[in-house]
């Protein structure tokens, strides 16, 4: 029986795809070198390994929407699931590369988004926990299947540079957020009283108040 472990090698942004987009790199081995896969049905939960790193204290100030206070860090500091991604690996036997994609979003309500926004430099810790399939060719030529073993695992530092070229190509100098329906007609109205022409300056005439409150 298949016994497959597996380790990413590397991420790149893919530039045209529907909505952002990363594509990380497999390597898959099988300890039976011989024996002959014929499709691999992946599944993939990938976790942010958030206690895996120092932080800055421009990102612990960004970052306090998600953890709280830096001082409580120690509580509430926690690994958190990012998403969940599947891939179709094609026959090989002993060992092959493939790629596993990874749809992103740029919706600040998502901790993730959150997360990778508050951060400035450095790597992103990420656990990659596998599960799916294995369709491989039995002694006699006859076609079985094997659950993957529940253990198998890998860990990945993605450059949090990646992240940000790959949200630059996809919405430039932009950020989207989404809002419930009362807040955003409040909003709306804000905007079309005075004849505001986009929403931009109506936030820009919203926030020195704010900033001198806090001031």
Known sequence: MPDLDFSVEDVEVVPFAAAPLLQFQLQVRNAIEAESIHTVALRCQIHIEATRRRYAPTEERRLRDLFGAPDRWNQTLRTMLWTHASTVITAFSGCTTSVLPVPCTYDFNIAATKFFYGLEEGDIPLSFLF???????????????????????????????????????????????????????????????????????????????EEEAEG
Do not use: C
């Open 131 to 209: 599960s799916g399939t294995v369709f491989y060719t039995g002694e006699h030529g006859e076609l079985l299947a094997a659950p993957i073993s529940w253990d198998k695992e890998a860990r990945y530092r993605m450059p949090i540079a990646t992240w940000r070229a790959m949200m630059d190509t996809y919405y430039p100098n932009l950020a989207w957020l989404t809002v419930r329906r009362d807040v955003f007609d409040r909003l709306n109205d804000y905007k079309i009283r005075p004849g505001i022409p986009t929403w931009e300056q109506g936030f820009e005439q919203m926030l020195p108040a």
